[in-house]
């Protein structure tokens, strides 16, 4: 934290850190003091003013605002941490009472420094404090965790340790140390999958986002060859950003973000924007934001917004509806989309590309922008066998699945299995989309033949029958 040494040093008096980690962020940014030939005191409603160096209370203020007045008493070149001071800066005495001690404080080098989980600076005081974020523990940090907790167990520290310590990125502390310990419980010690488990508690916590706990693989997908191959070849790379698939409702594009991630062996999430949107002011931007922070936090994995032509779909006309709500929403993920850092994997399906703004399909957003067509023949064969194998129905009897998709081909063999039937008798209860949509799916990929890559790899098709017999003509007319 040399950043807050530097503010110190540079005279600030009223400094705002925003952490998860009150106790860790305290102790570590109380050493930066001492390094600053300060003093640090630690303030919380329980135990009052605390000299952080020698454990003594030097003053028995419960009352926030006497708190921040105690100030002005403290030694020079004092700092006085306050916890969850959040709940108490919106109110008028305390606001008086900061913008009145702030000259004070400069003189004497001394520095008011709010620790909260979240900003909730009131604005009065916005042009006051000074941001900081404390950053959760970095694998350096987790590794001496984990060193101490195997030592504590009489265990060697484990050979995957990498492993461990990727699937504790974005925990506290104070979770790591938990979950390390957890794991020592464990039949195989320190196994990621309970390290990840005790992870998956935080996105159990947030109604925006849940973590899918589908086991599919590649081999139970037919097809997409291309698409398959692509996204192996990039996703474990910390560049990859993700990929945009458009194309025809049941053809896979769900199941293939789902099947990714355990192809990959890192956890899929998957993120609604329909539940971001909430009531209050303010809260629907809050949502976004702690959704896309437990995505960062849950890293390595695979974010998958399935159907995000309907989360978006009114974000051109956010400013007349919901006053500007959904632009605000869709400009947040679009930023995080940019500039994350983090390894997390976007996955976004969508049946109607039209409703999606514009700069959302500029290039450095997504890898690529992939179009999931009907299946080829070869696909139909893989598909009906994979699906027929998992309901127990016999390749006998075939009705003709042409321009069927993966999805009626599966409810083909589900219902056959249900009723008993053959295929070809059961074939009389699904009704393909290619026949009741048949003009939206030719719009859908003439659109998309010059714009996308094919998911699929290239089957050569026979010439039409207009052009053949043109060429015919050619002949003999020559």
């Not at 109110?91 to 004497?108: C, H, R, T, Y």
């Not at 008011?112 to 989980?117: H, K, S, W």
């Not at 081999?219 to 474990?236: C, D, N, R, V, Y």
């Not at 023949?377 to 009906?384: A, K, P, Q």
Request: hydrophobic share 45%.
């Amino acid at each position: 934290m040399t950043e807050f040494k530097t503010y110190l040093q540079a005279g600030y008096p009223a400094l705002y850190v925003q952490t998860l980690e009150p106790a860790r962020a305290i102790e570590t940014m109380s050493q930066q003091v001492l390094k600053a030939q300060g003093h640090p005191y630690v303030w919380d409603i329980q135990s009052g003013v605390i000299n952080q160096s020698t454990g003594e209370k030097v003053a028995d203020q419960a009352d926030p605002n006497a708190a921040v007045q105690w100030i002005a008493d403290a030694p020079e070149n004092a700092v006085l941490f306050v916890w969850n001071f959040h709940h108490f800066l919106p109110s008028i005495e305390i606001i008086q009472a900061v913008q009145n001690g702030l000259d004070l404080w400069k003189s004497k080098g001394q520095c008011l420094a709010v620790v909260a989980p979240k900003v909730q600076i009131p604005v009065e005081l916005e042009r006051v404090f000074t941001l900081i974020d404390f950053a959760l523990p970095d694998q350096e940090a987790l590794d001496r965790i984990l060193s101490d907790v195997a030592s504590s167990a009489s265990l060697p520290v484990p050979e995957q340790a990498d492993k461990i310590l990727d699937a504790a990125m974005g925990l506290t502390a104070f979770e790591a140390e938990n979950a390390f310990a957890l794991s020592v419980l464990d039949p195989e010690p320190f196994s990621c999958k309970v390290i990840a488990s005790q992870k998956a508690q935080m996105v159990k916590k947030n109604a925006s986002i849940e973590i899918l706990t589908s086991t599919d693989r590649f081999e139970s997908l037919g097809g997409l060859e291309q698409l398959k191959t692509f996204a192996l070849q990039i996703a474990p790379s910390p560049l990859a950003r993700g990929l945009l698939l458009l194309g025809v409702p049941g053809c896979g594009k769900s199941h293939f973000a789902k099947a990714l991630g355990g192809e990959l062996g890192v956890p899929t999430l998957s993120l609604d924007f329909g539940r971001l949107f909430g009531s209050l002011v303010g809260q629907s931007e809050e949502r976004v934001r702690q959704a896309l922070a437990v995505a960062d936090a849950m890293a390595p994995c695979v974010l998958m917004i399935d159907e995000i032509d309907k989360g978006l779909s009114g974000v051109a006309s956010s400013n007349q509806s919901d006053g500007g709500v959904g632009s605000r929403i869709f400009g947040a993920f679009l930023t995080w989309l940019n500039d994350h850092e983090s390894r997390v994997f976007v996955v976004a399906t969508t049946n109607n590309i039209s409703q999606l703004p514009a700069e959302f399909l500029r290039a450095e957003r997504w890898d690529g922008l992939f179009f999931v067509d009907l299946p080829t023949i070869g696909e139909r064969e893989t598909i009906l066998k994979i699906h027929a194998r998992e309901y127990g129905i016999a390749l006998s009897d075939l009705p003709d699945m042409s321009a069927w998709s993966g999805a009626e081909i599966k409810s083909l063999c589900r219902i056959a299995a249900m009723t008993r039937s053959t295929l070809k008798e059961a074939a009389r209860y699904v009704v393909p989309l290619s026949r009741s949509m048949g003009e939206k799916l030719k719009t859908l990929r003439d659109w998309a033949m010059s714009r996308t890559l094919p998911a699929s790899s290239p089957v050569s098709m026979p010439a039409p029958p207009e052009r053949k017999r043109k060429m015919a003509r050619r002949i003999i007319d020559n």
